[in-house]
């Protein structure tokens, strides 16, 4: 089916029994974040305006009443217009959208359209985070001049805080990890503003960790996945509950601690199971692959690959996709089928390069090129690394990748492309992803 409306998903989180097609409803959220995300919002919003302080100073119960009714129906019509009047912007690039200054045209300062932006920001942050980080920092804009004469002052900063959260979400996204803090940090005082701050709460605590993650914080990161992973099942948002545990299993991976990764991925994928969410078994399925292909246990780790691959392939999720096939040709390679290991690793890194992720191009170059080692043909591993060097400087990522590649193509060419080179190269490929004016230095070794 296609998304439910907010006018139905306002009904069905108000009551179920006030949907004609709760089923369809219920099996919808069963495998869509964006409206699971959407649901908890509302449900978080209505929970707010039903405190006594949200709106003090109301003669009576039924006057209050009265007044939530007004105010629910006040927003639903801000929403509706807010989507005629961004729809022009809907498809069109980010710079149309911050050339129009929207928050200079009185008709854009409504919450309708620091929701909506919200929204697309969020949906977009995986697709093209430049374009979301342009459409948040514009929701954040508006959101800056709505007036606590206009609305509750509970649910502006409910919303601004919101704002915030996207745009370090979009940040975190880019790897601009230093400005994703202080975007949070914005967003985490606006929600301190807010007696019960729930969800908006879960979400930047959550956001952080990612961020300390890939910083490589891994301490803290695992401390605020556990607070987030914690407030989140207090609130009763069981997605939040395991996206926030599987940070905590991509961490244990990330320290080599294989089995409480594949523990922990385990549970999250039989959570995906009970709910029949296609995505979350593919998600974990390809994670606990990257188990098993690590422990060596090759049997268990080709059944959950292909899993991945099957789910992967029938959802049209390429960028999933292509990673899963790349394990799958490690796989193969380390099953001792190594032709066939090195003819789907170079597909692989067709693949990746092909949809713009040349970060794990690069990462899987230095697979092949490792394969090539262990096959006593070097040259041809120096000319793989050759080749991912070229596309690194036609698509303009002129940073330290460029010096790693070009060590490992020398390491190559001697005949000293070891396994610990390898694994340095790829560590240090994976760190200026998200870092890009890291500088590269080779191993102590050297």
């Known amino acids: 089916m296609d998304h439910p409306s907010d006018d139905v998903l306002n009904r069905y989180a108000l009551d179920p029994a006030l949907v004609a097609s709760a089923p369809e409803i219920e099996h ?58 961004l729809a022009p912007f809907e498809n069109a690039p980010a710079a149309t959208l911050v050339w129009a200054n929207l928050p200079n045209k009185s008709a854009f300062r409504t919450s309708g359209v620091v929701r909506l932006l919200n929204r ?41 805080g919101e704002s915030s959260k996207e745009v370090a979400n979009a940040l975190y996204s880019l790897g601009e990890l230093p400005d994703a803090h202080k975007a949070l940090d914005r967003a985490e005082a606006e929600y301190n503003k807010i007696p019960h701050a ?10 952080r960790a990612l961020v300390l993650y890939e910083q490589e914080a891994y301490d803290d990161a695992a401390h605020l996945a556990d607070r987030a992973a914690r407030a989140a099942r207090h609130l009763g948002a069981d997605d939040r509950y395991m996206a926030a545990r599987t940070l905590r299993g991509n961490i244990a991976f990330r320290r080599s601690q294989l089995r409480e990764a594949a523990s922990i991925f385990g549970n999250a994928l039989s959570y995906g199971e009970a709910l029949k969410n296609d995505v979350w078994i593919a998600r974990e399925s390809l994670n606990i692959g990257l188990c098993h292909l690590e422990l060596g246990e090759h049997t268990l780790a080709r059944h959950k690959l292909e899993t991945a691959q099957a789910r992967f392939n029938a959802l049209h999720f390429d960028a999933e996709l292509a990673r899963t096939k790349w394990a799958l ?118």
Not at 32 to 38: D, F
Not at 62 to 83: P, T, V
């Open 198 to 207: 729930g969800i908006g709460a879960v979400a930047v605590a959550y956001v």
């Open 28 to 85: 919808h959220l069963a495998s869509c974040q964006h409206c699971r995300s959407e649901l908890d919002r509302i449900r978080e919003f209505d929970a707010r305006l039903a405190e006594r302080d949200a709106w003090e100073g109301l003669a009576d119960p039924l006057s209050q009443r009265s007044e939530l009714g007004a105010f629910a129906n006040r927003l639903a019509a801000e929403e509706q217009d807010a989507r005629r009047l």
């Open 120 to 160: 697309h920001a969020n949906a977009m942050c995986d697709r093209d985070p430049r374009h979301a980080l342009a459409i948040a920092q514009t929701a954040v804009a508006i959101a800056s001049l709505l007036s606590e004469t206009d609305y509750p002052a509970v649910a502006i900063h409910e919303w601004r």
């Open 329 to 446: 040709a490690r796989l193969s390679f380390a099953e001792g089928s190594t032709r066939e290991g090195v003819i789907a690793m170079k597909e692989a890194i067709n693949n990746l390069t092909r949809l713009g992720m040349l970060g794990d191009a690069a990462i899987a170059s230095v697979h092949l090129a490792e394969m090539f080692a262990a096959l006593r043909r070097p040259r041809e591993g120096a000319r793989v690394l050759t080749g991912i060097t070229g596309t690194f400087t036609r698509a303009g990522k002129l940073t330290g990748a460029l010096a790693a590649l070009a060590y490992l193509k020398e390491a190559a060419l001697a005949g000293e492309l070891t396994p610990e080179r390898a694994g340095y190269v790829r560590t240090y490929l994976r760190r200026v992803e998200r870092r890009p004016q890291l500088v590269f230095l080779p191993p102590p070794s050297d």
